[in-house]
């Protein structure tokens, strides 16, 4: 019994813990600008986002920034030829700079598969917290577009510019990922003091000189992105340590561990941004307040539809950056997860890490494609749509078209072959009033009848085993 008990207990924790950990923050502040306001309603609609990070990591095909951290986490193991000593691993982790030279890049090529899957954004690592600039900063040589880098003779060097270009021409919202910490930048790892971990490593009270050039060095930063690099629609900032001490919120462990006040001053990034790109989307993630316009839950679905705008960032493999041989997610898997979080309210950032060659794993284009089969036939419940009570039943989960009356039931699948059972149950409120019920991309038309508060639906044998449908069944029920 006490065994049982400490179980639950531990498992309650783990919970709670998760959500901590994966950047749920609590307490959203809705933004009051109207332009912000429109374009959050219009980014909402999109539901479907392509995620990547991308740097010089991704030549040792190992985690993306965070082996150069000292802190003993499972993530940060320093793998390699260079493993065993700190400083030996540093140099040799900044010198891939001299070795970068992604000469398959591509940005039409992703464009295409994405566009053709069904994703309507993308964010893309401009910075991550290693610091190296994924794009022509004036800031920095540590960069793409230094002449150390190879890939600088390239005329698609500033690859952010043409990432942000290729994606826009197809009507693609824009986001900027941006790290806040910076690992390379002198005045946040000042060179006088070894780094212990991830936050800076000198005290900005007694140092306000040098943090002030930090700040101003992100702020330029920013800027250069705001301003050479077109419509940016969202700034999607990571390294939530980076953040004023009184923000910080101590049930969370990874905040208990900040020690400094490391407020990089938002209220003047924000204005000076949104001047530059009118209704910004700002992501300061996990800092609850005007900055952080919608929440990023990260690697996991909420449970229920939250209260706000939100965005679950998943990857595809199990890397964020290219890994060798990582074993990525069936089309059926991440359809499914787009529909989850879709009937949730949410929308599905799905990351792909590009290899040190400029391309992606043939994998990623196979599973955008059998996406994009699905989307093309489904895709009227996804888009657009809202959550809707019960959102979900067993394995049936419901959305509601924005405009006219019409439910959608997405019956989910565990494998690729769709195979229905006989009769179908939904429970949906107003069911008197339906009129018809159709399966998407059958073609064929099915039975069904309400009564005392649900809609049953009889599916006959034929179309039971022989609906051709694959990932999931969608029932569309107009009112
Ligand atoms: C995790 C990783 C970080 C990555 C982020 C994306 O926090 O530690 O490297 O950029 O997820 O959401």
């Not at 009051?32 to 010089?56: A, I, P, R, S």
């Not at 000042?190 to 780094?195: I, R, S």
């Not at 990034?269 to 800092?287: F, N, S």
Request: glycine share 6%.
């Amino acid at each position: 019994m006490k065994k049982l008990y400490i179980l639950t207990l531990n498992l309650l924790c783990v919970a709670a813990c998760y959500a901590q950990e994966h950047n749920m923050s609590a307490n959203y502040v809705a933004p009051t600008d109207e332009l912000v306001k429109t374009k959050l309603q219009n980014w909402q609609k999109l539901k479907f986002g392509l995620f990547m990070h991308w740097g010089t990591y991704s030549e040792w095909g190992v985690v993306e920034s965070w082996s150069i951290c000292p802190e003993d986490e499972g993530w940060t193991q320093r793998k390699g030829p260079y493993g065993a000593d700190y400083n030996t691993y540093v140099k040799a982790y900044e010198n891939l700079q001299t070795t970068f030279n992604p000469v398959k890049f591509d940005p039409d090529k992703w464009v295409k598969a994405a566009k053709d899957a069904g994703m309507k954004y993308v964010v893309f690592t401009t910075k991550h917290h290693d610091g190296f600039s994924m794009f022509d900063t004036k800031q920095t040589d540590y960069k793409i577009t230094d002449p150390k880098t190879p890939f600088s003779s390239n005329p698609k060097a500033n690859v952010t510019k043409e990432i942000f270009k290729a994606f826009s021409k197809e009507n693609f919202m824009i986001g900027a990922y941006f790290s806040k910490p910076d690992w390379h930048s002198k005045n946040y790892w000042w060179p006088y003091f070894p780094p212990k971990d991830r936050n800076v490593n000198y005290d900005p009270a007694k140092h306000p000189d040098q943090w002030q050039k930090f700040k101003d060095f992100t702020y330029n930063q920013i800027g250069e992105l705001m301003t050479d690099y077109g419509k940016v629609d969202i700034l999607w900032m990571d390294g939530g340590w980076v953040r004023p001490k009184s923000t910080i919120d101590t049930t969370v462990d990874w905040q208990k561990a900040i020690t400094f006040n490391q407020d990089i001053d938002m209220p003047r990034i924000a204005e000076m941004a949104r001047k530059k790109q009118p209704g910004l989307i700002m992501v300061d993630r996990t800092v609850a307040g005007p900055y952080e316009n919608y929440t990023t839950p990260e690697q996991q679905v909420p449970d229920k539809p939250l209260d706000h705008p939100w965005e679950s960032c998943i990857t595809m493999g199990n890397s964020w950056s290219y890994v060798p041989g990582d074993k990525y997610k069936s089309a059926n898997e991440i359809v499914t997860l787009l529909i989850k979080i879709v009937s949730r309210g949410g929308n599905l950032l799905m990351n792909i890490g590009p290899g040190p060659d400029g391309d992606w794993d043939p994998v990623a284009y196979s599973r955008l494609q059998q996406i994009g089969s699905w989307i093309k036939v489904n895709g009227e419940g996804i888009y657009n749509s809202t959550s809707v009570a019960p959102y979900s039943e067993d394995n049936i989960y419901y959305t509601k078209a924005d405009k006219g009356n019409t439910i959608y039931a997405f019956v989910t699948s565990a494998k690729d072959q769709v195979t229905l059972p006989a009769s179908i149950t939904l429970h949906l409120q107003d069911i008197n009033k339906v009129k018809n019920v159709v399966l998407l991309g059958s073609g064929k038309k099915v039975k069904w009848k309400a009564d005392k508060g649900t809609v049953n639906i009889t599916i006959p044998a034929a179309l039971q085993t022989g609906s051709g449908l694959t990932q999931a069944a969608v029932f569309k029920v107009q009112y």
